[in-house]
């Protein structure tokens, strides 16, 4: 991870891939971050957690909770996935939907994974397939959610974005808590 270059500490980064232009941005950022942090010589190298010098997760959250970082920022919608209502794979999906970060044929052929003319959306071939496509507004999916929401008695208005429509689905509200579960998963 890096070495003393007289008494300078240089950080140094390899990777088992070449990194994709995106993960080269994200590299550049991870290196400007550690050159705010380096080991000292004049110092002896300890972990401590807490007050007693032993690890809890008590603590380290304590410690996570008093960062003040302002690019740190929680979106409780994508938190909210997190429910233990769909299987693991599911809520997985989900949240990498939620977040930006599914792999769409659009988001692969940006990456360079597969050639820009092959990002056609797979269910309708007539398309683009980013996320809101994919999971919304292509024609396929959105009669399987229209067909869902009517088998559990609710109607649903078009929606052009997934985080709109996971937060319209999770608003609704029902009778019946068995309704509201399947309705949620």
Known sequence: M???EGDTWRWVLSWQRVLTPEESRDEAQLHNRLQQHF??????DSITWGQNGSFSVKNLYSKAANIQDTEVSVDRLVCAVWQKLAPPKVELMVWLALLGKLNTKERLARKGMIQAELNTCTLCNNHSEDINHLLVMCRVSWKLWTSIAADLGQALEPINDIKRLYANWLSRRFYSRITRKLWLT
């Not at 080991?39 to 002896?44: G, L």
């Open 39 to 44: 080991p000292r010589r004049s110092v002896r």
């Open 2 to 4: 890096g070495w003393f």
